[in-house]
């Protein structure tokens, strides 16, 4: 197979191993494209033997210098609710607790093939742990760039894992600074740009779809980047350009009152209130924009939801047992929020509670 | 099948259906016993389509009640060193970051089968954790006892599933109380007692069995209650009467200096030092002593490390990608204490460094 970095601004193609993070000619983000899907007639025929998302490996660029320790293969739960099947995919069991290890394992895979010394990376907490804990496997090292008001627990991590923490002042900052300050022979492996990222979560749909169930009317996702959503779109995608599925489910995405500029731009109006619990959806100016919305617009919505909203989300899924950080709670609060005929939704869980204990109690 | 519980002192045998914690006669812990074990061609003849451990639910008592959130079908890792080929085993990839997930599922689906109204367990942690998040997946009460200067981060998980707290100045008045003050209806799941905790956790062997390789010379486990190591043992040994296995490996239990029974008896002498950091193995007296001494003397040893081998044992781990809790990264030390001629290790990683954040830096 072979893959294609290609710019979504003005379609400028480029080889997958040219070492960029955006399009040369117009800045604009790059995605990644197969030109040639195998022709199969069991997906099973294309899958590894491996018990990480490495199994799909085929589907994955530079997937011969993986990067990997047991992220992905995450189990599902189906939960009933006023008529609906919810199935909870659990991103959080896993390396660093976040459904970030995936895409790192991807991206520091690219990285570690076109022989970085560094990855840098920006982040408000769970990525920057996630690209940390890579660059360790990978044996590269790392540098990441946080807003100073990240989670303490998050960034603790992160210094565990000896890579260099540059505090910013803000989320922006640390975006713009992440870049600014690249070096020879670093490479740049921001989610919220790197295509290769949304190669790891694409795995997800795989997984699914050979193990459990792709069926699903509507996806729900906590949208910030909008890398996630991506990713997942991407897996479809993969899917239904092979032949293995026909028609793609409804995308919704979930932003946060005081940050939710893919509400403002899908509805064109501001969105008041305080929903700041969410820290890890703070994201002003998703450089995907353009991709998000055309999802959206294509089949989804985007709805914003409250710091009580969060709560109410929290505390429902803690009386199921599930242990999840508010971030990663908005999806069930979105899905509350949501005005629609969907029956059957995929509702991925995100990042785990484990690392904003301090934010679950009395609520 | 059926399945019996038998007094590992006097020998007296109970029906599985008995709610009892301990022996009624000489007190001495219950051990579980399978009488008529399947006739299997293929371990794979018995294996549900599930997911989780609740695969193995055949080989689970009160399977038909169980109480599950995605437990189980953890990745493994190897890893080379030293001409020893480790698996590590990511038991902290689970709903709340720890082994004791796997056991408190069982635990809860016994008393969820047996209609108890609340759970009560004495923990120093993790222990606690899962049983709250699993009293909740059930609808059941819970009510956790643990020693005052046991983590915060852990404790406050305990709260924010609803959990009642009581706090203790020991971790010995904690396993006291809890019995002592334990009312009509509610059972006591104390994992240092419950031989149902170790038919949760006996499913790691079984994953090995059926998705990777079975064929270890040591298994290395952190050891306080010894209910880890003795519910792997007892995961060979229904392995081995099932035929699928016909020699069981050796069995190395890791102490912390400070807190040795195990070694004491095991070596009769005292082990001096501070091993304090390893917060989860700090059982002074192992109701479990003489069944996790005759699993070690039949084939086996005890290794004790202290506070700088755990600090070595976390940075090694660290550059591998791998975050674990020091009690978890006790393994990895006394691995490189021990002096034998092992080669192939089985080495579960117990529970995530995402809890004990501030133990992992400046080391």
Redesign the interface.
């Known amino acids: 197979m072979k893959f294609i970095l290609a710019c979504v601004g003005c379609s400028r193609e480029y080889d997958a191993e040219t070492p960029l993070w955006r399009c040369r000619v117009c800045g604009s983000p790059i995605s990644l494209k197969i030109e040639d899907y195998p022709e199969l007639n069991r997906f099973q025929d294309i899958v590894e033997d491996d ?2 998302l490495w199994r799909y490996g085929k589907l994955i660029p530079f997937s011969d210098f993986r990067v ?3 992220e ?6 189906i939960h009933s609710f006023r008529g609906m099947e919810i199935t ?1 995919k ?1 991103e959080y ?5 976040s459904f970030k290890d995936r895409g790192a394992s991807a991206g520091v895979t690219r990285a570690n093939a076109l022989q970085a010394s560094t990855i840098v990376e920006d982040s408000s907490g769970n990525a920057g742990l996630a690209y940390s ?2 660059a ?2 990978g044996g590269l090292r790392a540098r990441i760039y946080v807003p100073e008001d990240a989670p303490p ?1 998050k960034l ?2 992160v ?4 890579a260099e923490l540059v505090k910013c002042r803000s989320r922006e900052e640390a975006s713009e600074r992440a870049v600014s300050e690249l070096k020879q022979g670093e490479m740049y492996v921001g989610h919220l740009w790197d295509p290769f990222f949304m190669e790891g979560i694409k795995t997800e749909v795989f997984e699914l779809y050979e ?2 169930n792709i069926d699903f009317d509507a996806v729900v996702v906590p949208t910030a980047s909008g890398s996630h959503l991506l990713g997942i779109y991407r897996g479809f995608i993969d899917l239904l350009e092979m032949g293995f599925i026909d028609e793609l489910p409804a995308f919704i995405a979930v932003q946060s009152a005081g940050c939710s500029p893919v509400y403002e731009e899908f509805y064109g109006e501001k969105f008041e209130g305080d929903g700041s619990l969410a820290d890890g959806l703070r994201i002003k100016n998703p450089p995907r924009m353009r991709e998000i919305l055309k999802v959206l617009r294509a089949n989804g919505d985007v709805v914003v939801v409250n710091n009580d909203e969060i709560r109410e989300a929290i505390k429902y899924l ?6 999840v950080e508010p971030t990663s709670a908005t999806s069930w609060a979105g899905m509350m929020k949501l005005e629609s005929e969907y029956r059957k939704i995929l509702m991925p869980l995100t990042g ?4 904003t ?2 934010k ?2 009395n609520l």
């Open positions: 018990l990480t990997s320790i047991g992905g293969l995450t189990p599902v739960h909870f659990f069991f896993s390396p660093t607790g804990a890579y360790a496997v627990a603790r991590l210094s565990a894992f000896n193990f459990s803690l009386k199921l047992g599930i242990l785990t509670g484990i690392k204990a301090e679950l109690q």
